[in-house]
């Protein structure tokens, strides 16, 4: 077992340098992760109930959850927005229901930044019974990847452009604004937004947020969009950050910390690779 998490790690870890031509960095960079992710759901049927594995994180800490009626229902509408591709993420999703259900107490809307098929917002809409709730959901893509004009150096060095164009290319993201509303219009209270985080976020006319979930994939939209939001999260209201300490995503680590430090943060990093800030 243990020699099975050193094998996943090592090529699930991006970080990981090959002496490689530069257009070969991409692959390195792209692929190892869904690699892992593979091998991890090949040996999982060899791997005792006891443990939690999937999605980079293996533990034998209690996670009962997974059978949570509950929760099974939430996950399996994540599953229906995304046409049955799995993530294998139920411990993200359950953390990101588990936020939603303390912001639904407070005050303000809710708002996610990287939509995606909307597998995470589905999950939420759904636990909650969206429309009964009285909330405004929006919900903001680019349907196109990320933004290159805003990419890093160090990001553009770490293959991040090519990793988006491969994510379009093999459906990982989905660049369809109309297959989202689609997936959304089951709920009134639902509005999804093409554009570019920034440029478009104007178009949020809520002026109190209790719910924030940032997941671009990349540095400088994530930080704006909380840099935007800040003034408008409502006392309590919660930012998940979907990628903090997500292996291999070193440079959103390293910007969002010092994020922090600038704007006064104070993450919580969890084992599944997310961070948390609660605002008073
Ligand atoms: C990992 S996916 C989001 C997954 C989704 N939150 C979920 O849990 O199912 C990241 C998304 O961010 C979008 N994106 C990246 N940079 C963006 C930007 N600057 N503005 C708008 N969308 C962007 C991509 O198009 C992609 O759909």
Redesign the pocket.
Known sequence: MVAAQQLLWSIGHSETKFALPKYCISATLSFPMSLADKLQQLLKPMVPKRFYFEDALITTHNHSFVEDPQFRNAYGRGLKASGGKDWNNRWRVYTATWVARQCAKIEGDFV??????????SAIMQQLDWDKLGKHFWL????????VK?ATEEEKQQGIVERSEFSKRSGF??SSAERCRANFSEWKMAHVIQ???PDCLDQVTSSKIAFL?I????VT?EIEALKYFRSKLTRGAFVLL?DYGYSGATLQFAGWNQAAKELNLDILALPTGQGLIQFS
Do not use: K, M, R
């Open positions: 996610e930044c990287g939509v995606n098929y909307g597998f995470t917002s903001i893509d680019s349907f196109a990847g990320i933004d805003q993201y989905n554009g570019w985080v979930h997941d671009l994939n990349a939209p979907d």
